[in-house]
């Protein structure tokens, strides 16, 4: 049995660094996303609008990192799946969105401990979310 080191805070929201810091995350992965031709089979699925894709993503992310459950108190479950289905996401798109989070955690500093647990979480949820190739 492998024992791991108990994280420095209780909560990913706490050591990211709470609203401030997600905050921080999400407006530079969407501008990453805005910019970089790397990503451009995932901006071509979120539409010529990103505010309200900011928006949602904060306040998820804020939740699902143990935060305030902003998303859950505005629209309800999130239902990632179900909400997600009316957009073409395959391999190409998941691998994208988490090159792109990556490299948006690692330029907004996220610690590289927390970083590459919410890597490990976020691979399993975006590929769950797939649901073109599956």
């Not at 921080?24 to 309200?52: C, I, K, N, Q, W």
């Not at 999130?78 to 998941?94: D, N, Q």
């Not at 890597?119 to 590929?127: E, L, R, V, Y």
Request: aromatic share 12%; net charge negative.
């Amino acid at each position: 049995m492998q024992i791991q080191e108990k994280p420095p805070f209780d909560t990913p929201f706490e050591w990211i660094g709470g609203q401030d810091r997600v905050q921080a995350l999400v407006e530079r992965f969407y501008d990453l996303m805005d910019l970089e031709p790397a990503y451009t089979a995932l901006r071509a699925v979120h539409g010529s609008e990103l505010t309200e894709a900011r928006q949602r993503l904060f306040w998820f992310l804020c939740g699902w990192l143990g935060g305030p459950q902003l998303y859950t108190e505005r629209l309800g479950h999130p239902m990632l799946r179900a909400r997600h289905l009316p957009f073409k996401i395959g391999i190409l798109e998941r691998d994208q969105w988490l090159a792109c989070m990556d490299q948006a955690m690692g330029e907004t500093g996220v610690d590289d401990a927390l970083r590459k647990r919410l890597q490990q979480s976020s691979f399993q949820t975006a590929d769950w979310m797939r649901n073109v190739g599956v």
